[in-house]
């Protein structure tokens, strides 16, 4: 979009020029820096005779649409529409496609924080029939890493209270320097000074806030982690930074994640097996590098070329 580009790195520009020319032929390294910044690396190995942690078959999500006096359902808006997966400890499951395809839904639904029809399985048991009550034991193991780093932290509350939170309600018989202690070695294995718990959000940079984010789902040792675009909001090089950061948690604590997004450069580096989704359906399923290196569905070589700058001959199926 732009003509002319400035760099800015603590407050100073530090180089300028026409876009052409800054993108082409960069001179400040860390306008180098930036231009190359973006995931790398492979995502784990996964033991595919791993236990199973979550699962489920036929999932649907059917929101009704009323209209009339009488407020009758004419229609549903089906955001997830029969979907079959598994999900393994030490697996990351990627699921893409374009705003409006179904992706949160899924991963809230798997969580049991919406309704919805079909079985769900955690670690081998039933839990779509489990009242609120009933799940509340699981939501220990069941844990979230919101979009926004911004907007998922209390601006009135410390580091320490908001990691800590969870700790209070789960577990209850922990003392205060029990709960310190283990905030600070959650914010040491995220990045962050552990002595930072008693400052507060605003003091800290984005990227710093999803590592906050981060320590406060890992401080309860969950076994199912639900990742909701935790890097869309991140410039490039905080990215990289961040999935390296999963990728390490994940592999000492064999996490099993459910990675939403629609950046396919860092569902690439992260994710072991992809689903494609596309109004509520699954379009395409498969292991990752077969999605990346041989996709059969139309709409998934357009997502492909969005994201990688590629050539494809249905230029039209994204706006379809």
Same mark, same amino acid.
């Given at each position: 979009?732009?003509?002319?580009?400035?760099?800015?790195?603590?407050?100073?520009?530090?180089?300028?020029?026409?876009?052409?020319?800054?993108? =082409?032929?960069?001179?400040?390294?860390?306008?180098?820096?930036?231009?190359?910044?973006?995931?790398?690396?492979?995502?784990?190995?996964?033991?595919?005779?791993?236990?199973?942690?979550?699962?489920?078959?036929?999932?649907?999500?059917?929101?009704?649409?009323?209209?009339?006096?009488?407020?009758?359902?004419?229609?549903?808006?089906?955001?997830?529409?029969?979907?079959?997966?598994?999900?393994?400890?030490?697996?990351?499951?990627?699921?893409?496609?374009?705003?409006?395809?179904?992706?949160?839904?899924?991963?809230?639904?798997?969580?049991?924080?919406?309704?919805?029809?079909?079985?769900?399985?955690?670690?081998?048991?039933?839990?779509?029939?489990?009242?609120?009550?009933?799940?509340?034991?699981?939501?220990? =193991?069941?844990?979230?890493?919101?979009?926004?780093?911004?907007?998922?932290?209390?601006?009135?509350?410390?580091?320490?209270?908001?990691?800590?939170?969870?700790?209070?309600?789960?577990?209850?018989?922990?003392?205060?320097?029990?709960?310190?202690?283990?905030?600070?070695?959650?914010?040491?294995?995220?990045?962050?000074?552990?002595?930072?718990? =008693?400052?507060?959000?605003?003091?800290?940079?984005?990227?710093?806030?999803?590592?906050?984010?981060?320590?406060?789902?890992?401080? $309860?040792?969950?076994?199912?982690?639900?990742?909701?675009?935790?890097?869309?909001?991140?410039?490039?090089?905080?990215?990289?930074?961040?999935?390296?950061?999963?990728?390490?948690?994940?592999?000492?604590?064999?996490?099993?994640? $459910?990675?939403?997004?629609?950046?396919?450069? %860092?569902?690439?580096?992260?994710?072991?097996? %992809?689903?494609?989704?596309?109004?509520?359906?699954?379009?395409?399923?498969?292991?990752?590098?077969?999605?990346?290196?041989?996709?059969?569905? =139309?709409?998934?070589?357009? $997502?492909?070329?969005?994201?990688?700058?590629?050539?494809?001959?249905?230029?039209?199926?994204?706006?379809?």
């Amino acid at each position: 979009m732009a003509d002319r580009v400035y760099v800015m790195k603590d407050g100073e520009i530090v180089e300028s020029g026409s876009a052409q020319a800054v993108f =082409d032929a960069p001179k400040h390294p860390y306008t180098k820096h930036l231009i190359e910044a973006e995931p790398k690396g492979s995502p784990p190995v996964t033991d595919l005779s791993g236990p199973v942690v979550v699962e489920t078959e036929n999932l649907k999500v059917w929101f009704p649409i009323k209209r009339g006096l009488l407020k009758r359902t004419v229609d549903y808006v089906k955001a997830v529409d029969g979907l079959t997966m598994k999900l393994r400890a030490g697996e990351t499951l990627g699921v893409v496609g374009e705003s409006g395809s179904g992706k949160t839904t899924l991963g809230l639904a798997l969580l049991r924080l919406i309704s919805s029809e079909g079985p769900i399985a955690y670690v081998g048991n039933r839990i779509d029939g489990y009242t609120n009550k009933q799940m509340r034991p699981l939501r220990k =193991d069941m844990q979230v890493v919101f979009q926004d780093p911004y907007g998922s932290l209390s601006p009135r509350l410390t580091v320490g209270q908001i990691i800590e939170e969870g700790m209070l309600i789960q577990q209850p018989d922990l003392d205060e320097d029990a709960r310190r202690a283990r905030v600070g070695a959650e914010l040491k294995e995220a990045g962050l000074d552990p002595n930072a718990q =008693d400052r507060y959000p605003h003091e800290f940079s984005g990227g710093q806030r999803q590592r906050i984010a981060i320590a406060r789902a890992m401080v $309860l040792e969950p076994k199912f982690v639900m990742l909701d675009e935790p890097t869309s909001a991140l410039d490039m090089s905080v990215q990289a930074q961040i999935v390296d950061l999963l990728r390490n948690l994940q592999n000492k604590r064999q996490l099993a994640y $459910l990675f939403i997004s629609h950046d396919l450069k %860092v569902v690439r580096a992260l994710c072991n097996y %992809v689903i494609v989704m596309r109004n509520g359906k699954v379009v395409e399923e498969g292991p990752a590098r077969e999605i990346f290196d041989n996709p059969k569905q =139309d709409y998934t070589k357009a $997502l492909l070329a969005a994201a990688f700058d590629m050539k494809v001959a249905h230029r039209g199926v994204l706006a379809s």
